[in-house]
């Protein structure tokens, strides 16, 4: 890295208040994934204030295994439901273990209120240096991932409320995705980023891809619960979720009633060689198994469970009125009321989106709280989504 212009600071050259630097960076081809940034100047209060952010290094060359197989089927369902492919690249590596089919970023970031209105108070004087705020003791109470909390969190992107803080938490997929994760821990503490559904297989830390000892051709990554951030560390990992050991069928798909769903098991058991399917990557071991004793609506009855009628239940934000994937397998259980709670929500109405939502969230459970209130901070949900939603994430 080369600087130009800035005065001599303690870790690199320093903007004088007021005035500017600028850094210039040449990337090697060697250097592909997630990296951080963040001030080097008085870090202990300018990190805190916000002067921090993610660099991202696409790989010089994709493994063909990226772009074959189930990935590049992949692409053709979601070229088929006319779905937006928002990666940057097919790969997070020059490594065939790495491809990945969508991507997000959680950047891990807490406030102590007191350290900012200090700096407020402060920051109209106009003499040089004379920013004197006690970052210790240390008492956040904003806990933020991207520099939202919860609720915010999965408002859109560039939502107009939140100009300072235009990208959100809200992770979407479809069953038998790999999910890319980039996770990057900016503040002072660690936070233990907890993935429900499945667990995450690390790839890579700070950039660096975790290799086997014995053979320097296999990842090594461990498959964890929590993905713990550490500050000015960053986290490379894969998520996925197919709905494979549920032991019903998730579709709620009828024989009895006359649908002909199908589902043709790959050599892994999945329903992989129909990428326009609505059950594309479904685990065809549990097609046709029902879930519901006595179903409501147009499912295969003689399941294990007894839920109760949608129609006479108030359902909330999170539950579309069924237990089953995509809004055609809601209508077919439910019936088509056009009034079954809670039609009309933003969040998850059943006549369009019906995922299965997993909380995304810090497991030091004082951080899903805002200002100690109760939901807030460092939570979100994973909303998997069956083929036919068309996800988009440019909001
Ligand atoms: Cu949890």
Redesign the pocket.
Known sequence: MSTSGGVAGLLTQEAAPGGSVTYTLTIPSTAAGTHAYYSGTQGDLQVEMGLYGAIIVIPSAIPGACTSGNHATNLTAQGHWNEANYRLAAAAYNHPEACYDREYLFQFSEMDPRIHRQAEEQSTRSCTGCMTVATEPYVPAYFMINGRSMPDLMDPNYAPEYPHQPYNGNPHMHPGELVLLRVIGTGRWQHPF?E?GNHVRVLARDGNLILSATDPNSLAGPLLFTTTTTPGLTLDGIYYWSGKGLNWDPYGHNAASGSTLPCNPDANGYNTGAPTAINYFEWCQDHNKPLQTHPFGDVAGGGPATLPDPNILANGAWFGGSPYLGPDATVRAVGNTGTTPPSGTVANAPDSEAGFAF?W?S?NEREITTNNIFPGGMLMMMLVDSREFVIDESN
């Open positions: 907890h429900h909380m969230h497991h």
